[in-house]
């Protein structure tokens, strides 16, 4: 059964085939999305700064940021923007 982590190993294994990496993105985004439907589960969650897909842990809190650079990026931003 091919499940989100090996949907993303196989997706970086393959050859781009002349995409870039826009398109490979996308292709990734579609992939997921398929196989949301097929495993009926939800989409995996976006980073709330930048957009990008989360892998997110087995257990503990889902994970709102992708790095730390977005979660500190977000912070700055939040304390900046009543300036």
Same mark, same amino acid.
């Given at each position: ?15 781009? /085939? ?5 398109? /490979? ?59």
């Amino acid at each position: 059964m091919v499940d989100t982590l090996n949907l993303n190993m196989i997706i970086d294994q393959e050859p781009n /085939h002349g995409l870039s990496a826009e398109q /490979h993105e996308q292709l990734r985004l579609v992939c997921f999305d398929l196989l949301s439907v097929m495993l009926d589960d939800p989409a995996p969650p976006n980073c709330i700064e930048c957009d990008a897909v989360i892998a997110q842990p087995a257990t503990g809190r889902p994970r709102q940021y992708c790095s730390d650079s977005c979660r500190q990026r977000a912070a700055y931003y939040a304390k900046t923007a009543g300036q």
